[in-house]
């Protein structure tokens, strides 16, 4: 007892958390100073906003924001409670019928967090033992459903079919060695839509050819890719003129084209319904605010009022995708028609801290010239795959031609006083 | 009989906790039900197989019939068969402020709920005892709804961009000033989802290596964010300090399971009220511990922030403490403040750290700026900053709800879970015929509660919850009182003894558990 007491004494813990340098880069947020929208006051500058993903510039709607308010009149804020509690209101239910009816599929649900969205629908369908075949450049919320899930994953080379194809061979040779296991191990192929972390889209066509080749089931992740992509904006199986009920789940959130909170999944009622009991993020948590639905709702009427937005937005994407070709050491990662660009280094001067460095600079020339920027932000230790350093540039429906050739030579002038 | 308190000393007031055993006879009888369920349920699914009768549920598209099956039958068993039966007592949708009073939209089911169908028709004015609204902030109309209206149409509905890109706004750190006066720490932080705050910031905290303690019925979030960091998990006892201490002399004395390596840090995770026991943590104690093994604690006042203490600042005022004492405060402004959202409250360090590392601040979208205001101006209310005592009122308004509720509902002989002071009232029903029975004719005198069962609750111990609120008027309490009488003698539900348990006559047993990432 005496050495037990002993040892108890002379433990001594790691502090809960390690201090961290005042300059860190992260550490120091841009402070906005009043709505976000078009023109935005960042840390006491006026500048054009080519940073918040406000895609059809719904943010400052008048019809959203008006629908919003009759709501907060109806409603109050809060919803007090989880949706099995008396927390689910007749918003909700319209905003998840009209969801189902845009997607033109059999059901949807709604979760009060866009990060939570994927990171529970991923978990209550995928169980310890299950095989989940997901993309190099998925972005953090599937990596942490994918965690919580306890599969096994495996992860192939980004939009490599290819690679693909290897790994789903090699799974069909496994499975021959022991049948009556394969028989009950689900599979999943987890892929986005548009991805965040590199501009462009996933190959689904091909994707659809090996799910009925191999019987994966498809999950696709479409934050960045609705209201974008698509004739009327439903995203990349409009895009690409897939089947619908091709895709098992679809998910969304609402905090990008839809400039509200929250997110969505949709699909048939034989795979969301499950999701009413077993989804965590819906079961334990409180229910989305009234008033942020409504404004989702009115965001939603807007868009299938206009759908000739999508095509404007896609014609200014192209053309300062254009327009930023040929800037000296820096180079546009994304598609076309992405309108969420990276711009990283031609060449990396060594370390990524002096990368990151570098790359401040340019964006803090940039702010001072009227055009809000900023890095695409990353947990460095915890991604599995973590992208090198880049500038985010998002394009939105409002910015006009002058303001995009602005920002083009913008950059163009902070890219050779800074890297030369 | 009262609880002694034998750390004599470290508490101020007395600690009356109570949780009386089930009666022999209704544990038995409820088994029984649970049995009866369980043939029946097989039989059911035998007929459905045999297509005997018709099988209701959604299935597998033509095209993917030879796909791996997406559930197992058995997972779905309890679904289809039990949870089917008492479908309607939850999911119950409302069309106006969850109030003291609500309106719910009602709907019936002409297939023993399958499916349900809206008539159409409103059941107005329901006295709601089953929203989290403790201290009444759920107001369509008033100082704070007119301040959020305000902030709606300057600022509109969303952000577009995380904290750390481009979704800072001057309003979040209004916020997080505000948050940290309030709970009297250096620093707070706030997100945008309760469940997320625990979930993404615990992995930030601890990682492999470390050691995690928490509490047998802590909420799924907290398991969650355990599960996620990848350290060591291990479950004590409900509120039980003996069982706590061995944990702590255990880790330190033997180190790490395989290697006998010292363990890196220990954080001990607790919750303020537990929703569904209504018991409040045993804070002088579990600091005291802290102190002695060196370890670190992880509050989560979900419940209890606003509903407890003096002036509404939660466990730490009601037992007299000091909020420094508390490594990390976790806490939600859904409950008492009539928002949604999520906040982390410590030392500058802590929260500076978290500001860097949280994958919340990294990922996710910032909260919407009138959700922001709204709690700006309540919480303001309740320190009374806005010139009026109205938040000092309902504080006290709902500490004496509470009492005179509980009190009621002991005398009149039903068993009653929790801590005299907690205003989450858990009323044991056990048998499972019960819960759905004890839903609907609540509904039908027009008051409006939530019944749990399994999975939230052990299979036997299924109960009623009620969540007091601030705005309740006496007149209120006292029709539900009546209400609740008269379905108690309906349906035989007045199980009490008048005897409690003292719980320190708890036998204490030498199990413990861990669970480990491998």
């Excluded at chain 2, 089911?109 to 107005?124: A, E, L, P």
């Excluded at chain 2, 537990?274 to 579990?286: C, D, H």
């Excluded at chain 2, 511990?289 to 006042?301: A, F, G, I, N, T």
């Excluded at chain 2, 499972?432 to 029975?437: L, S, V």
Aim: include cysteine; charge should be neutral; hydrophobic fraction near 40%.
């Amino acid at each position: 007892v005496q050495e037990k007491e002993e040892l108890i004494e002379e433990w001594q813990p790691e502090p809960l958390v390690p201090p961290v340098p005042k300059d860190h880069p992260a550490l120091n947020y841009n402070v906005v100073s009043g709505p976000p929208t078009h023109v935005i006051t960042v840390n006491g500058k006026e500048c054009i906003n080519f940073a918040s993903f406000n895609f059809l510039g719904l943010l400052d709607n008048e019809k959203v924001k008006s629908a919003a308010q009759a709501s907060l009149k109806k409603y109050g804020v809060g919803t007090c409670g989880p949706r099995g509690f008396y927390g689910t209101f007749d918003v909700h239910l319209e905003l998840e019928e009209r969801l189902a009816k845009f997607m033109r599929t059999e059901e949807a649900i709604i979760y009060s967090y866009g990060f939570a969205t994927i990171a529970s629908a991923i978990p209550a369908y995928s169980k310890r033992g299950d095989i989940v075949f997901v993309d190099e450049a998925a972005c953090f919320a599937i990596q942490k459903g994918l965690q919580a899930s306890r599969s096994n994953i495996k992860l192939f080379k980004h939009n490599d079919m290819a690679d693909l194809e290897r790994l789903l061979k090699e799974q069909e040779t496994e499975d021959q060695k022991n049948l009556r296991k394969a028989r009950v191990t689900r599979r999943f192929i987890v892929v986005e839509g548009l991805y965040m972390n590199t501009g462009d889209v996933c190959p689904l066509p091909e994707l659809i050819k090996l799910k009925y080749k191999y019987k994966v089931r498809i999950f696709l992740e479409e934050s960045l890719s609705f209201g974008v992509l698509g004739e009327h904006g439903r995203g990349i199986t409009e895009h690409f003129g897939i089947n619908i009920d091709d895709i098992d789940l679809i998910s969304a959130n609402m905090e990008n084209s839809l400039a509200s909170i929250g997110g969505f999944c949709c699909g048939r009622s034989f795979i969301i319904d499950h999701q009413r009991l077993s989804g965590q993020g819906y079961c334990f948590s409180a229910s989305l605010p009234p008033l942020l639905a409504a404004a989702a709702i009115e965001a939603l009427n807007i868009m299938e009022d206009n759908p000739d937005i999508f095509q404007t937005l896609r014609a200014k994407c192209k053309r300062i995708h254009k327009a930023l070709q040929g800037i000296s050491g820096l180079k546009v990662v994304g598609e076309s028609f992405s309108p969420a660009l990276h711009l990283q280094l031609e060449e990396s001067c060594g370390s990524r801290e002096n990368d990151v460095k570098l790359l401040k600079r340019v964006v803090d020339y940039c702010m001072n010239g009227g055009i809000a920027l900023t890095q695409a932000r990353y947990l460095e230790k915890e991604e599995k795959c973590l992208p090198a350093p880049s500038i985010r540039v998002v394009i939105t429906v409002e910015q006009t031609e002058q303001e995009l050739d602005k920002a083009a030579s913008l950059l163009k002038e902070a890219a050779q006083s800074v890297l030369n | 009989i009262n609880h002694i308190v034998h750390n004599g000393g470290l508490y101020k007031r007395p600690f009356n906790e109570a949780f009386e055993e089930t009666p022999m006879l209704v544990a038995v009888l409820t088994y029984v039900g649970y049995g009866v369920l369980t043939l029946f349920g097989y039989l059911r699914d035998f007929m459905r197989q045999w297509k005997i009768e018709k099988c209701q549920n959604a299935t597998e598209r033509e095209e993917q019939k030879d796909f791996v099956p997406l559930y197992q039958d058995f997972e779905n068993f309890y679904n289809r068969n039990l949870y089917m039966r008492i479908r309607d007592s939850w999911n119950r949708p409302i069309c106006s402020v969850p109030g003291a009073k609500v309106d719910m939209m009602e709907r019936v089911s002409h297939d023993y709920n399958w499916t349900f169908t809206y008539t159409g028709r409103v059941i107005k004015d329901i006295i709601n005892m089953g929203s989290y609204n403790y201290l009444g902030f759920a107001q369509n109309a008033g100082t704070c709804q007119e301040a959020a209206a305000k902030v709606l149409s300057q600022y509109g509905a969303g952000v577009c961009s995380t904290r750390q890109e481009m979704g800072n706004l001057d309003k979040h750190e209004e916020l997080e000033k505000l948050v940290a006066r309030f709970l009297g720490v250096e620093s707070a932080m706030a997100y945008g989802m309760g469940f997320a705050t625990n979930s993404m910031n615990i992995p930030a905290l601890v990682g492999k290596g470390c050691l995690i303690l928490s509490d047998e019925l802590n909420h799924a979030s907290l398991v969650l964010g355990a599960r996620l960091s990848g350290a060591t998990i291990r479950i004590f006892k409900h509120n039980n300090m003996q069982s706590l201490e061995k944990l702590l002399k255990d880790a330190i004395v033997h180190g790490q399971p395989r290697t006998r390596r010292p363990w890196k840090k220990i954080l001990i995770l607790v919750e303020g009220i537990y929703s569904m026991e209504g018991s409040i943590v045993r804070l002088p104690e579990v600091i005291a511990l802290k102190k002695k093994y060196k370890s670190y604690l992880y509050l989560d006042e979900a419940h209890s922030i606003g509903a407890l203490g003096p002036t509404g600042r939660g466990v730490v005022e009601y037992f007299g403490l000091n909020p420094e004492d508390v490594d990390v405060m976790m806490g939600t402004f859904t409950k008492s403040f009539g928002a949604a959202g999520g906040y982390i409250g410590g030392k500058k360090e802590l929260i500076d750290y978290l500001r860097t590392y949280s994958h919340s601040a990294v990922y996710a979208t910032s909260m919407s700026p009138p959700v922001v205001e709204q709690i700006i101006t309540s919480m303001k209310c309740i320190m009374g900053e806005d010139g009026t005592t109205v938040g000092k009122a309902r504080v006290q308004q709902l500490a004496e709800n509470t009492r005179y509720f509980r009190r009621r509902l002991k005398e009149m002989g039903f068993i009653i879970y929790g801590n005299e002071d907690s205003p989450v009232v858990p009323l044991m029903l056990y048998m499972p015929a019960k819960i759905g029975a004890f839903g609907r004719e609540m509904l039908k005198r027009n008051i409006g509660v939530v019944v749990v069962g399994f999975p939230a609750t052990p299979i036997i111990e299924s109960r009623a919850r009620f969540c007091l609120s601030a705005a309740h008027t006496k007149e209120m309490l006292d029709t539900a009182l009546k209400e609740i009488n008269e379905v108690g003698d309906l349906l035989q539900l007045k199980y009490s003894r008048h005897r409690l348990v003292p719980l320190l006559d708890r036998p204490f047993d030498e199990t413990t558990y861990e669970e480990t990432e491998d």
